[in-house]
């Protein structure tokens, strides 16, 4: 006969295990500061990169002060306004990574553990239908 409650349960568990318990179980192969740093990096990268393409795009669409700036020698005021904003941009960023990459670690672990809880009481459960049945595996002889 069919035990409802144990297809219930295994649903909800092979539902996790092909959505989000992929994603979960990844990120939980790391210890949370690793995970955090290694995406703080990624952040970083690309950051920068977005950073560069803005701006070449600002420099292209304002090519004139370009070369006003340039014959005026203010080059140097430039170039230290330029990485003020660099580094206001990355630490905007780093910051807001930190900040949800956090969150995205204990969402995944506790999301873990939930799933964690459920395939034990599904392991209770098939042990209660093997004791009330009378059958255990480590007594039958196999032929």
Excluded: P
């Amino acid at each position: 006969m069919v035990n409802e409650n144990r297809v219930r349960m295994m649903t909800q568990i092979a539902a996790y295990e092909q959505g989000n318990g992929r994603e979960d179980l990844k990120i939980l192969q790391y210890f949370r500061g690793d995970y955090i740093i290694r995406k703080m990096i990624q952040t970083w990268i690309y950051t920068t990169i977005a950073y560069g393409i803005l701006a070449g795009i600002y420099a292209v669409l304002c090519i004139d002060q370009l070369f006003s700036v340039v014959q005026n020698n203010e080059i140097m005021s430039e170039v230290t306004k330029m990485i003020g904003i660099y580094l206001l941009f990355e630490v905007f960023f780093l910051v807001l990574s930190f900040f949800l990459y956090k969150k995205k670690y204990e969402k995944a672990k506790a999301s873990a553990k939930k799933y964690h809880v459920r395939l034990k009481r599904l392991e209770i459960e098939y042990e209660k239908k093997q004791k009330g049945a009378g059958h255990d595996d480590r007594n039958t002889k196999k032929t």
